[in-house]
C-alpha cells in the first residue's frame, strides 16, 4: 500500500524560473517530511525537512511547504539552475522512525 | 566528515548463491538502514539497526538478513538469489532513531543477478 505519491514523473522548468514538486501522503500519523535530491550512479543526497509542527521552512533556493489538513507537501526550487536537474524524492516518517519514500520526479532544467 | 561508505559498488552474481553488502556509517550515527531501489518499485525499506538491533524490518522475504555491529558498521545479506533481487541497494544512516533526524545514503550497491 502506496502511502506516499508523487504523481508527476516528470518536470521540465526554465533555467531562472522555479520548479515546484509535489507530493501527497495518506497516512495522519506522519510527523517528519523531508526531501531528497539523487543524481544517476549516486545515493539520495538529503535537501530539507520539515517536521508537522510548521508550514514552512527555507534553506537558500529550496523551500518546503506542509499542508497537514491536505496532507500535501511541496517543494520550491527558485531559481532553477542547470545542476538542479535530478530525481527529486519526497520522504515521511513517524515517530517510529520508519521512512517511506515517494516514487520520485525527474526534474530537467532548461536553458 | 566522511559520508557514508558501502562497499563493494558493482557485484554481480549467479542465481543461488549469497552475497554480503558492507556499509560504515557517518562518525557518530547510530542508525543504519538498508533501501533496495528498482526502476519499478522505487526505494524500498528492507531494515533498521539501532544499537545492534534491528528496530525496523520491512516486507521482504527471510532471505534478506542483516546485522550491526558495536561500531555501528552493518553487513546486509541475501541468501539463495533471485533474478528478481537484481537492484541498487542503499544503505543510511542517522544521528538517532525515531525519524527526527535526516537519512544520509551512500552511493549504493548495484547488484546484477544471473
Redesign the interface.
Known sequence: DQQVKQNSPSLSVQEGRISILNCDYTNSMF??F?W?KKYP??????LI?I?SIKDKNEDGRFTVFLNKSAKHLSLHIVPSQPGDSAVY?C?V????????????TQVVVTP | KAGVTQTPRYLIKTRGQQVTLSCSPISGHRSVSWYQQTPGQGLQFLFEYFSETQRNKGNFPGRFSGRQFSNSRSEMNVSTLELGDSALYLCASSFDAGGNSPLHFGNGTRLTVT
Not at chain 1, 550512479?41 to 538529503?46: D, I, K, M, Q, S
Open positions: 510527523d517528519y523531508l531528497y550512479a549516486e545515493g539520495p543526497t538529503f525537512s517536521s524524492f520522504a516518517t513517524d515517530s517510529w522512525g520508519k521512512f517511506q519514500f515517494g516514487a520520485g
